[in-house]
C-alpha cells in the first residue's frame, strides 16, 4: 500500500506520532515486583513522568493511586495502610480502594462522594504489579505465542536499566541487520516474517534457512530441522516474549519496560514456560525456569553500549529494515492513552 521507495532503495515510514513519544499506548506496565509490596506498605513509582502510590491492603489487594493527595498535595506514599484504605500522612484524610475520600478528621460532615482521587486499574502477573494508565482495562494478554496463557508458568528475573527510549529496547530484538553485524550470525539465518494478531499484538518469527556449508550451521543443524527458532511477540507498547532455543526445548522470556523520569528504560526480565502437573512436571518447570532466567540475561545486558548513546531516528529505512519498520506501523496504529500529570 504505502510503501513508497524514494531514490537509492530507500523506505517512507511517515511522520511518527505515538513512537519514541511521552504518550503510552494502551496496554498493561509494570510499576513494581510483587514481592517488593508487602501487606500494608505503600511505595513511590513514577511511571512515564506520572507520580503514582502503589499500596496493599491488610488483605493483599494491590491498589494503585495518583500520588499526590487531593486535599494539599503530600505524597501519598508517605501515607499509611489502614485495612483496606490508605491514609494520608499530613492531615490523615481516609481513601477507600476506588480513591473516594472517606473520612477528613476534624470535620462534622464527611465528603460527599466527589471528593477523592484517581484509582488506576491494577492487576498481579508474573511476579510484577501492572497498571492500566486509562479508563477500561483490558484483559493482561502476554504469553508465548505457543502457550495457552492459563498454562504459563513464570519466575521473575533480572531488573536492569538503558539509557534509550523502551521503543529503542523493543526494536532491538528484531533488528535483523544488527544480529548480523554486532552478534555474527551468518547471512540467511534470520528472516522474520511480521504477523499482526490485533491492535495490540503482533508477531515475528523466524523463516530463515540454516546455512549447508558455514560451520555454524552444521553445528545448529543437529539442534534445528530447518529453521533456527526464534520468535517474538509483542503486546501494547512495551512488552515483548522472546522464544528460542532447539526443537526440544524452547524457552521463553518475557520483556516488561517503562519509561523511567530521565527518559531511559527500566526493565524486568521474567522466565515463562508451559506448565506441567504432578511433582516430576514441576521439577521440570523450575529447572527450565531458572536455564531460561539464566540465558535472559544476555539479553537484559547485551548491545548496552549503543543504548548508552543512540538517539533513535530512523531517517534512512531500507529493505532490510522491514521488521522494525512493521514493528513502527503496528505501534503506530495502537491508541495513545491519556496519562498528562496535572
Ligand atoms: S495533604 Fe493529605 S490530608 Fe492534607
Ligand atoms: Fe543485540
Same mark, same amino acid.
Given at each position: 500500500?504505502?510503501?513508497?521507495?524514494?531514490? =537509492?532503495?530507500?523506505?517512507?515510514?511517515?511522520?511518527?506520532?505515538?513512537?519514541?513519544?511521552?504518550?503510552?499506548?494502551?496496554?498493561?506496565?509494570?510499576?513494581? *515486583?510483587?514481592?517488593?509490596?508487602?501487606?500494608?506498605?505503600?511505595?513511590?513509582?513514577?511511571?512515564?513522568?506520572?507520580?503514582?502510590?502503589? &499500596?496493599? =491492603?491488610?488483605?493483599?489487594?494491590?491498589?494503585?493511586?495518583?500520588?499526590?493527595?487531593?486535599?494539599?498535595?503530600?505524597?501519598?506514599?508517605?501515607?499509611?495502610?489502614? @485495612?483496606?484504605?490508605?491514609?494520608?500522612?499530613?492531615?490523615?484524610? !481516609?481513601?477507600?480502594?476506588?480513591?473516594?475520600?472517606?473520612?477528613?478528621?476534624?470535620?462534622?460532615?464527611?465528603?460527599?462522594?466527589?471528593?477523592?482521587?484517581?484509582?488506576?486499574? *491494577?492487576?498481579?502477573?508474573?511476579?510484577?504489579? &501492572?497498571?492500566?494508565?486509562? /479508563? =477500561?482495562?483490558?484483559?493482561?494478554?502476554?504469553?508465548?505465542?505457543?502457550?495457552?496463557?492459563?498454562?504459563?508458568?513464570?519466575?521473575?528475573?533480572?531488573?536492569?536499566?538503558?539509557?534509550?527510549?523502551?521503543?529503542?529496547?523493543?526494536?532491538?530484538?528484531?533488528?535483523?541487520?544488527?544480529?548480523?553485524?554486532?552478534? !555474527?550470525?551468518?547471512? #540467511?539465518?534470520?528472516?522474520?516474517?511480521?504477523? /499482526?494478531? #490485533?491492535?495490540? *499484538?503482533?508477531?515475528? +518469527?523466524?523463516?530463515?534457512?540454516?546455512?549447508?556449508?558455514?560451520?555454524?550451521?552444521?553445528?545448529?543443524?543437529?539442534?534445528?530441522? #530447518?529453521?533456527?527458532?526464534?520468535?517474538?511477540?509483542?503486546?501494547?507498547?512495551?512488552?515483548?516474549?522472546?522464544?528460542? @532455543?532447539?526443537?526440544?526445548?524452547?524457552?521463553?522470556?518475557?520483556?516488561?519496560? +517503562? !519509561?523511567?523520569?530521565?527518559?531511559?528504560?527500566?526493565?524486568?526480565?521474567? *522466565?515463562?514456560?508451559?506448565?506441567?502437573?504432578?511433582?516430576?512436571?514441576?521439577?521440570?518447570?523450575?529447572?527450565?525456569?531458572?536455564?531460561? !532466567?539464566?540465558?535472559?540475561?544476555?539479553?537484559?545486558?547485551?548491545?548496552?553500549?549503543?543504548? $548508552? =548513546?543512540?538517539?533513535?531516528?530512523?531517517?534512512?529505512?531500507?529493505?532490510?529494515?522491514?521488521?522494525?519498520?512493521?514493528?513502527?506501523?503496528?505501534?503506530? $496504529?495502537?491508541?495513545?492513552?491519556?496519562?498528562?500529570?496535572?
Amino acid at each position: 500500500g504505502r510503501r513508497r521507495t524514494r531514490g =537509492s532503495g530507500m523506505l517512507e515510514i511517515g511522520k511518527l506520532t505515538n513512537f519514541n513519544q511521552a504518550v503510552l499506548v494502551e496496554g498493561w506496565y509494570w510499576v513494581l *515486583a510483587s514481592d517488593d509490596l508487602p501487606a500494608g506498605r505503600v511505595k513511590a513509582v513514577e511511571l512515564a513522568g506520572r507520580p503514582l502510590a502503589v &499500596w496493599r =491492603s491488610a488483605s493483599g489487594a494491590v491498589r494503585i493511586f495518583d500520588a499526590h493527595c487531593p486535599h494539599m498535595g503530600a505524597h501519598l506514599a508517605e501515607g499509611k495502610v489502614e @485495612g483496606e484504605a490508605l491514609r494520608c500522612f499530613f492531615h490523615n484524610w !481516609r481513601f477507600e480502594a476506588d480513591g473516594r475520600c472517606s473520612h477528613i478528621p476534624c470535620l462534622a460532615h464527611q465528603p460527599g462522594a466527589g471528593v477523592g482521587l484517581r484509582a488506576w486499574p *491494577a492487576i498481579e502477573r508474573y511476579g510484577l504489579i &501492572w497498571v492500566w494508565p486509562g /479508563a =477500561s482495562p483490558g484483559a493482561f494478554q502476554p504469553a508465548p505465542p505457543s502457550i495457552e496463557a492459563a498454562a504459563v508458568r513464570s519466575m521473575l528475573g533480572n531488573r536492569f536499566r538503558k539509557a534509550c527510549h523502551p521503543n529503542v529496547v523493543m526494536v532491538n530484538a528484531i533488528d535483523e541487520q544488527h544480529f548480523r553485524t554486532v552478534h !555474527r550470525l551468518p547471512g #540467511d539465518i534470520l528472516c522474520l516474517q511480521a504477523a /499482526a494478531h #490485533d491492535r495490540h *499484538a503482533i508477531t515475528f +518469527r523466524n523463516t530463515g534457512q540454516m546455512p549447508r556449508t558455514h560451520w555454524l550451521g552444521r553445528l545448529l543443524r543437529r539442534c534445528y530441522r #530447518d529453521t533456527l527458532y526464534y520468535e517474538l511477540s509483542y503486546w501494547y507498547g512495551h512488552v515483548g516474549v522472546a522464544s528460542f @532455543g532447539p526443537d526440544f526445548l524452547h524457552l521463553h522470556v518475557l520483556f516488561a519496560l +517503562r !519509561r523511567s523520569s530521565d527518559g531511559g528504560t527500566e526493565g524486568y526480565t521474567v *522466565a515463562l514456560t508451559r506448565r506441567h502437573a504432578g511433582l516430576l512436571g514441576r521439577l521440570r518447570d523450575a529447572l527450565v525456569l531458572w536455564l531460561t !532466567r539464566a540465558g535472559a540475561r544476555y539479553f537484559a545486558f547485551g548491545d548496552t553500549r549503543i543504548f $548508552q =548513546s543512540i538517539r533513535f531516528n530512523l531517517r534512512h529505512p531500507i529493505a532490510a529494515d522491514r521488521s522494525v519498520i512493521a514493528f513502527i506501523r503496528h505501534y503506530e $496504529q495502537q491508541a495513545s492513552l491519556d496519562w498528562s500529570s496535572e
